[in-house]
């Protein structure tokens, strides 16, 4: 079965700075999908970035990219510069048909 | 804003009720799932529509039901509540994959209705 696991359930970091959000997948599949949603306190989830399995280079969308590790069946997410509004819930998702299978989440904390 | 619109936003039930949450969805999208997100966990999926047909559906009993309409708009049915029920219900809306503006197949999702069962 399809498995998501990001194992730091809290993070801080200062802003200005980068932080890494940690992602491991478990897939028999050979073709997937892996995002990254952001989920402040509104509730509502901010699609931020999407790797597909073959994709050969690495996804990158503004300040945000997906440190994809094939091999190691990890997606980290990057955020560069962290800002304040980067305070929220993060999770990391897989594609399985047409639903998403998402991790437990990762809460950031950004320190002026 | 994705333009995804959930109501209400927040509603209070006790055991036993049932419930109704609507979603409206994204301008074109045809597709719609409901998640469950219960609390400090991430979001559960309970089924996806398209076209008005259920297509697909996650390890949820049958008194949580659905309906899309012809404009895409989605309800979600909870009989018989439970206190376990309490949870943030999310609607989201898509294209199928491979579709024009929807390479990847992501997921627009709306604020959630936070449910309490007393």
């Known amino acids: 079965a399809q498995k998501i696991t990001q194992t730091q359930p809290g993070m801080f970091v200062q802003e200005k700075e980068a932080v890494t959000l940690d992602c491991t997948y478990d897939?028999?599949?050979?073709?997937?999908?892996l995002f990254w949603y952001k989920q402040p306190s509104s509730g509502e989830m901010i699609f931020l970035i999407y790797?597909?399995?073959?994709?050969?280079q690495n996804a990158t969308e503004g300040r945000y990219s997906l440190n994809f590790q094939k091999a190691r069946k990890s997606a980290n997410l990057v955020i560069s510069a962290s800002q304040l509004g980067d305070s929220a819930m993060y999770f990391c998702a897989m594609r399985q048909g047409g639903k998403l299978i998402f991790g437990q989440g990762t809460e950031l904390s950004v320190k002026p | 804003e994705t333009g995804v619109t959930q109501s209400p936003t927040h509603l209070i039930k006790t055991r036993g009720q049932q419930v109704t949450l609507r979603c409206s969805s994204q301008?074109?999208?045809?597709?719609v799932s409901w998640y469950q997100q219960a609390l400090g966990q991430g979001p559960q999926f309970i089924f996806q529509y398209y076209r008005e047909e259920e297509n697909g559906r996650g390890n949820f009993p049958p008194r949580f039901s659905g309906l899309q309409f012809p404009n895409y708009s989605s309800e979600l049915n909870v009989n018989a509540l439970e206190l376990d029920d309490s949870a943030l219900y999310l609607c989201?809306?898509?294209?199928?994959?491979?579709?024009?503006?929807?390479?990847?197949?992501?997921?627009?999702f709306g604020e959630g209705s936070r449910l309490t069962v007393l």
């Open positions: 989201a809306s898509s294209l199928p994959p491979g579709r024009v503006g929807s390479i990847t197949g992501e997921l627009f």
């Open positions: 301008s074109g999208h045809n597709t």
């Open positions: 897939t028999s599949d050979q073709s997937y999908g």
């Open positions: 790797q597909g399995s073959y994709d050969e």
